[in-house]
T-cell receptor, first 112, second 111 residues
Framework: KAGVTQTPRYLIKTRGQQVTLSCSPI?????VSWYQQTPGQGLQFLFE???????NKGNFPGRFSGRQFSNSRSEMNVSTLELGDSALYLC???????????FGDGTRLSIL | LAKTTQPISMDSYEGQEVNITCSHN???????ITWYQQFPSQGPRFIIQ???TKVTNEVASLFIPADRKSSTLSLPRVSLSDTAVYYC????????????FGSGTRLSIRP
């Protein structure tokens, strides 16, 4: 079974731009969550989607948004990029219920 | 929300058994305990999950005492490739926002 796939793996943007990151979950998984990982703040929860609906949202500004498609694939968008948005963005999927999440290897976003 | 406390770092040698203990005094009745391993520039990798007593799989064992206020991840006969950060999480996966990653334990294995 293929794992969680995130594209692109690396991305360089400048301040003020916007970016879209993509995540393909493990086949059959309906829950997709996004996390931001930085050296200073560690792993922080962004939001979770289940069956195309946002189920939970972390404490991030409205510049961070996401969506999930009918095939469970998910995208995350960050608008008006700031230097502090430089991070590893991780996507995780699970079947739902009490099953653990499985992570992709992330997208490394660098803001210049 | 259940907070976890782990040692910041641990050192060991190849071939040794390593035990990493996690404290979670405020664990709720419905919470599960899950451990992840993370290498640099990769996503966390699921190791093991349990609710109570002992769970064992092909790579690790998880010991959970009756009061569930702590748990111990046991890695048998570690190798250099086990050098990584290990995260202990407690929570209910039906609500991902309630899963909190702590700072993790940086495990270094020496030859």
């Amino acid at each position: 079974k293929a794992g969680v796939t995130q594209t692109p793996r690396y991305l360089i943007k400048t301040r003020g731009q916007q970016v879209t990151l993509s995540c393909s979950p493990i086949s059959g998984h309906r829950s997709v969550s996004w996390y931001q990982q930085t050296p200073g703040q560690g792993l922080q929860f962004l939001f979770e989607y289940f069956s195309e609906t946002q189920r939970n949202k972390g404490n991030f500004p409205g510049r961070f948004s996401g969506r999930q498609f009918s095939n469970s694939r998910s995208e995350m968008n960050v608008s008006t990029l700031e230097l502090g948005d430089s991070a590893l963005y991780l996507c995780a999927s699970s079947p739902g219920g009490e099953q653990p999440q499985h992570f992709g290897d992330g997208t490394r976003l660098s803001i210049l | 929300l259940a907070k976890t406390t782990q040692p910041i770092s641990m050192d060991s040698y190849e071939g040794q058994e390593v035990n990493i203990t996690c404290s979670h005094n405020n664990i709720a009745t419905n919470d599960y305990i899950t451990w992840y391993q993370q290498f640099p520039s990769q996503g966390p990798r699921f190791i093991i999950q349990g609710y109570k007593t002992k769970v064992t799989n092909e790579v690790a064992s998880l010991f959970i005492p009756a009061d569930r206020k702590s748990s111990t991840l046991s890695l048998p006969r570690v190798s250099l490739s086990d050098t990584a950060v290990y995260y202990c999480l407690v929570g209910v996966y039906s609500s991902a926002s309630k899963i909190i990653f702590g700072s993790g334990t940086r495990l270094s294995i020496r030859p």
